[in-house]
């Protein structure tokens, strides 16, 4: 069975740190990662997508790889700022299945 | 309104009443899926559904029952609340393509008392 584990839990930040979250998963075979972003009281909002045979994607200040073989996605977030305050979760796909999350982990970035 | 709507946004209702939530998508996406949310536990899957009227159950779907007879909707009923059901449940969808990701609604924050 899969499964989808995000450390920390919890982040606080100052304002312009460059950080990462991270995401394990135990089987490697999957279709793709999402990394989601929820701001709270609202729904999920989808950041990035990596394909399996893709090794990392780019969005503005954001930026995910995959390592498929280890079991591990990162999510880099460059120069961050108080709007960045979310929970973060990441998602694998194994494939004509649901989506498998992580709990998130939710990031304080202090001005 | 072209998305994902969930209503009612929040509701609040006593143990053992029948409580629907309603999930509408302008997509025409084939997959459909709720989730609830809870503190500790994270999104958990009650049920999904690839097209009109195929469902399939999720980690969780004990006391939830699910219909799709059109593509675009797809409600979830509870049965016979009871208060472990308290949670915030969201509706998503997607296509059927892999390589596409799920959108999801705002949410809907059920309390039973």
């Known amino acids: 069975k899969q499964e989808v584990t995000q450390i920390p839990a919890a982040l606080s930040v100052p304002e312009g740190e460059n950080l990462v979250l991270n995401c394990s998963f135990t089987d490697s075979a999957i279709y793709n990662l999402q990394w989601f972003r929820q701001d709270p009281g609202k729904g999920l909002t989808s950041l990035l997508l990596?394909?399996?045979?893709?090794r990392e994607q780019t969005s503005g200040r954001l930026n995910a790889s995959l390592d498929k073989s280890s079991g591990r996605s990162t999510l880099y977030i460059a120069a961050s700022q108080p709007g960045d305050s979310a929970t973060y979760l990441c998602?694998?796909?194994?494939?004509?299945?649901?989506?498998?999350f992580g709990k998130g982990t939710r990031l304080s970035v202090i001005a | 309104d072209a998305g994902i709507t969930q209503s009612p946004r929040y509701k609040i209702t006593e143990t053992g009443r029948q409580v629907t939530l309603m999930c509408h998508q302008t997509?025409?996406?084939?997959?459909m899926f709720w989730y609830r949310q809870d503190l500790g536990h994270g999104l958990r899957l009650i049920y999904y559904s690839a097209a009109a009227d195929i469902t399939d159950k999720g980690e969780v779907p004990d006391g939830y029952v699910v219909s799709r007879s059109k593509t675009e909707n797809f409600p979830l009923t509870l049965e016979s609340a009871t208060r472990s059901q308290t949670s915030v449940y969201f509706c998503a969808s997607r296509t059927i393509a892999e390589q596409e990701t799920q959108y999801f609604g705002p949410g809907t924050r059920l309390l039973v008392l």
């Open positions: 997509w025409s996406h084939s997959y």
């Open positions: 998602a694998v796909s194994p494939g004509n299945t649901p989506l498998v």
């Open positions: 990596i394909q399996s045979s893709q």
